[in-house]
């Protein structure tokens, strides 16, 4: 069989609106030529498009026409490294997703430990930020909680009381083990966002959790972030305006 048949079958395979990459395709480093032209002219035939070098996808069709890939999937080859994950999307754009705002970003934040992922996502820039524990497919969630505590104050066209209510509704749902990584992952974080998880578990009856806060937190200290007491009546006890 021909590489250029081969490659094909093998891009077939691929379900719609998924990104992938040379090394998903298997081949050996003498079919790489081959390869690269075999691509070449898929994408001239619109069968797949081009993310960025070296990342493709193959376009989902529906009723209405071409569905470009979500954020996340044509981000996915930034994010895992082998199959692990290493970094995830934050800023405007995780607030957007959460529902904390509905403004949509120009630029995307990726934050990694190990990794600075600079790149473009059609017209849309990405840019770098340090994460501040590891990043893994078990505690992403955890730290789209502790960043949205972070940069509550900043978060652009965010009505505060609704932004508490979901804020503590996600914290809620956790299991006892997310829970305690919230509350252990939190004092590696800025002491604004401690201080505000500890008035949403405080507020929420879950004290169990908050002493490590509070003792990793400076009493003279004030936090403004724009929160009034109407709106989360535990505030003022944690020093936050």
């Known amino acids: 069989m021909k590489v250029a048949e081969k490659i094909e079958r093998k891009i077939s395979r691929i379900r719609e609106g998924t990104t992938f990459m040379y ?30 070098t070296g990342i493709f996808y193959r376009p989902k069709q529906s009723a209405f026409g071409e569905l470009r890939p979500s954020e996340e999937e044509l981000l996915k080859p930034y994010l895992f490294e082998n199959g692990k994950r290493i ?21 995307i934040k990726v934050a990694s430990r190990v990794k600075r992922v600079t790149t473009k996502v059609g017209k849309t820039q990405v840019k770098p930020i340090k994460s501040y524990v ?21 978060i652009p066209d965010l ?27 939190a004092l590696k974080y800025p002491p604004r966002a401690a201080a505000l998880l500890g008035a949403i578990l405080e507020y929420s009856k879950n004290k169990a959790s908050i ?18 007491a109407e709106t989360l009546p535990t505030a003022p006890r944690w020093n936050i305006k």
């Open 211 to 228: 002493q490590s806060l509070r003792a990793n937190l400076n009493p003279l200290t004030s936090y403004k972030i724009g929160i009034k």
């Open 87 to 107: 970094a995830y999307v934050t800023g405007a754009s995780l607030y957007n997703r959460m529902g904390l705002t509905t403004q949509v970003p120009k630029t």
């Open 134 to 154: 590891e990043v893994t497919n078990e505690n992403v969630y955890i730290l789209e909680i502790l960043d949205a505590l972070k940069d509550f104050k900043t």
């Open 159 to 185: 009505d505060k009381k609704s932004g508490i209510i979901l804020l503590k509704n996600k914290i809620c749902k956790l299991e006892e083990n997310d829970l305690s990584k919230l509350v252990r992952f």
């Open 23 to 52: 090394s998903q395709l298997d081949i050996d480093q003498a079919e790489y030529n081959a390869t690269a032209k075999a691509i070449e002219r898929l994408i001239k035939k619109r069968i797949i498009k081009r993310v960025s």
